[in-house]
């Protein structure tokens, strides 16, 4: 089972920062928090990853609370092909495994 | 960044045929390879791990003698979908993981109709 938990769904305005929650309480000192998405009827795309610390990169910035037991996507200014599935997943090496993620919406 | 393919990106087949799907990466070495398939509007489920020079790992519910995976090579993994069923349609996505980073990539996805 996934070891994540995401909002089914969530709309965000063209334009407008997207922030995407992720609950894993139960995640261990060695595993990696995971975001990819997945635009319809494609492979998941990578878009970043972090261990504790915050990091940004140039789709989106991960921001990782100090226990670690929640972390937030951001995507700063969405646009409309920012619409898919986003994963949040915690791996520490081995396969992935996805949860049912969260269909972002972003509305012009 | 590392980029792993994926051929073909559909097919059709008629019910009882095999079909062959293969898993590239391109620009690195994969000592591990993964298969995952996923139904729609459903995630990705885990089908089997892919060793080079080994046997497949299979989860549990995944039959081995009707998705045949072979690692032959550290580029190349393929899954032969053996006598498909029109309930074996689905889209098959692999990932492929770098030997030096460990770092995984996922294919494009290989979309599977059996009429």
């Known amino acids: 089972d996934a070891k994540t938990t995401q909002p089914p769904s969530m709309d965000c305005a063209e334009g407008r920062a997207a922030n995407l929650p992720c609950n894993h309480s139960?995640?261990?000192?060695?595993?990696?928090v995971y975001w990819y998405r997945q635009i319809h009827s494609q492979g998941p795309q990578y878009i970043i990853h972090?261990?504790?610390n915050n990091e940004t990169n140039e789709m989106a910035s991960l921001i990782i609370t100090e226990d670690r037991k929640s972390s937030t996507l951001i995507l700063p200014h969405a646009t409309l092909r920012d619409t898919a599935v986003y994963y949040c997943?915690?791996?520490?090496?081995?396969?992935?495994?996805f949860g049912p993620g969260t269909r972002l919406s972003v509305l012009p | 960044g590392a980029v792993v393919s994926q051929h073909p990106s559909r097919v059709i087949c008629k019910s009882g045929t095999s079909v062959k799907i293969e898993c590239r990466s391109l620009?690195?070495?994969?000592?591990?390879m993964f298969w995952y398939r996923q139904f729609p509007k459903q995630s990705l489920m885990l089908m089997a791990t892919?060793?080079?020079?080994?046997?497949?790992?299979?989860e549990q519910g995944v039959e081995k003698d009707k998705f045949l995976i072979n690692h032959a090579s550290l580029t190349l993994s393929t899954l032969t979908v053996t006598s498909a069923h029109p309930e074996d349609s689905s889209f098959y996505i692999c990932?492929?993981?770098?030997?030096?980073?460990?770092?995984?990539?996922f294919g494009p996805g290989t979309r599977l109709t059996v009429t």
């Open positions: 990932s492929a993981e770098a030997e030096i980073s460990y770092e995984q990539y």
């Open positions: 139960t995640i261990s000192g060695n595993e990696y």
């Open positions: 972090g261990l504790k």
């Open positions: 997943i915690v791996h520490s090496g081995q396969n992935f495994v």
């Open positions: 620009d690195f070495q994969a000592t591990t």
């Open positions: 892919s060793n080079e020079g080994s046997k497949a790992t299979y």
